[in-house]
Nanobody, 123 residues
Framework: QMQLVESGGGLVQAGGSLTLSCAAS????????MAWFRQIPGKEREFVAA???????SYADSVEGRFTVSRDNAKSTAALLMNDLKPEDTAVYFC?????????????????WGQGTQVTVSS
């Protein structure tokens, strides 16, 4: 079992920045793809970004060029730097750990999930 704990959410004005962090424990961190998803009430959870064990990254089109995903295998942490935030980025953001069996953007690839952290962007 892997435990994931997110931190760093909050309220920010449009155009601002936030960094989310995810601390992992319980399983060998480097073996997992780490990803960020987000969810708005009443909508499906959607892929935001992922980073594979070797550092290869992928992004949703809506955040490409504004968000940067990273990981530190030595510290068992992942991070999501979010720049130029927009009101439509408002959501609960979840950290997830999984594999590439169905592709890094597919929610069914992810086995372990954090509890989520709220990000609110005001206009």
């Amino acid at each position: 079992q892997m435990q994931l704990v997110e931190s760093g959410g909050g309220l920010v004005q449009a155009g601002g920045s936030l960094t989310l962090s995810c601390a992992a424990s319980g399983r060998p961190f480097g073996a997992y793809v780490m990803a960020w998803f987000r969810q708005i009430p009443g909508k499906e959870r959607e892929f935001v970004a992922a980073v594979r064990g070797g550092g290869t990254t992928s992004y949703a089109d809506s955040v490409e060029g504004r968000f940067t995903v990273s990981r530190d295998n030595a510290k068992s942490t992942a991070a999501l730097l979010m720049n130029d935030l927009k009101p439509e980025d408002t959501a609960v953001y979840f950290c997830a750990a999984g594999n590439n069996l169905y592709g890094t953007t597919a929610i069914r690839s992810y086995i372990y999930w954090g509890q989520g952290t709220q990000v609110t962007v005001s206009s």
